[in-house]
């Protein structure tokens, strides 16, 4: 698929599976005195993982924990601007804010962001004007109920997949209908979101019938409880497991894989395109 997207000054070339490095800015290290030194650690690390090979830098993450309360637009806006715009300003990184508030949405297109990466899919009061307006690219993913409650009894009647399908080609048609483009829209199927290890499995086994829907396909498997059940492993020991993950991702139509561990996920990458194309220039270094 020769997907293309203009992200803000970026344009991401999507003819070969893409890496999104994943940053996370803990709330209180941009409110308290610790500003600077965290903000100088986040530089650091996004400077890494751009090296290390990754075409985005996720920012955020941590407002969509299970369980977790939601924070006010002004406090996520607190936290996340200063790391987006010194990502653009030092490193004229291309920037993926993972938000689902208005406010960040809106905020984000001023800063320089070239992706909005909502986990709700637009479906807060006023998202979907506001992810319309920044001009941005939006990442829709799919979740089924609240952090506080979506890992209690996750439930669906027909195959997951059906059921992530049919909610994402609602969610786009909602875009579309508020004037949000389809060639601005990415899908994701939200692993780990208000799903069980088995949804989990078999939404990966068969994540090719996500492809009908012709958009762009980010997948987010690094670290997740989908590794450690089945593995038995705590949330350091879980890279090998994501780079099976990935390879099969990418095998199914992947296009941009948001993971932690970018180098050890580059390589995968490009060891799954070398058998996909037989051979040829690995195309992420
Ligand atoms: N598009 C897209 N955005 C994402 N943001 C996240 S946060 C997640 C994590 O484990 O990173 C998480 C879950 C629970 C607590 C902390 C962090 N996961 C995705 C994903 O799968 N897709």
Redesign the pocket.
């Known amino acids: 698929n020769a997907f293309q997207l203009r992200c803000g000054r970026h344009l991401l070339d999507l003819s070969f599976p893409r890496v999104m490095g994943?940053l996370n800015v803990t709330p209180d290290s941009f409110s308290d005195g610790g500003q600077h030194v965290a903000l100088d650690d986040a530089l650091r690390h996004a400077e890494r993982m751009l090296a290390e090979g990754a075409a985005i830098i996720d920012v955020g993450?941590?407002s969509?924990?299970?369980g977790a309360l939601p924070v006010s637009p002004q406090e996520e806006l607190d936290r996340v601007a200063p790391v987006v715009e010194a990502l653009v300003r030092e490193l004229d990184a291309l920037v993926s804010v993972?938000t689902s508030c208005p406010a960040v949405m809106r905020e984000a297109g001023e800063l320089g962001a070239g992706m909005i990466?909502d986990?709700r899919a637009l479906e807060r009061e006023g998202a979907l004007l506001a992810a319309a307006g920044s001009g941005l690219p939006v990442?829709l993913?799919h979740r089924q109920g609240e952090p506080q409650n979506m890992q209690q009894a996750p439930s669906y009647q027909q195959p997951v997949e059906e059921v992530v399908a049919d909610y994402l080609a609602r969610r786009v048609a909602a875009c579309e209908a508020a004037g949000l483009r389809r060639n601005r829209l990415l899908i994701?199927p939200?692993?780990?979101f208000g799903k069980s290890v088995e949804h989990n499995l078999r939404l990966l086994k068969y994540m090719q019938s996500l492809q009908t829907l012709a958009l762009p396909l980010?997948?987010?498997m690094?670290?997740?409880s989908m590794i450690g059940k089945v593995l038995g492993r705590p949330v350091e020991e879980r890279l090998p497991g994501g780079l099976a993950l990935t390879a099969m991702a990418v095998e199914r139509g992947a296009n941009i894989l948001?993971v932690h561990d970018v180098a050890a996920t580059v390589d995968a990458v490009n060891m799954t395109w070398a058998v996909l194309q037989e051979g040829g220039e690995p195309p992420l270094h």
């Open positions: 994943v993450g941590e969509t924990r299970p993972d990466n986990v990442c993913m994701d939200g692993f780990g980010l997948v987010g690094s670290r997740k948001r």
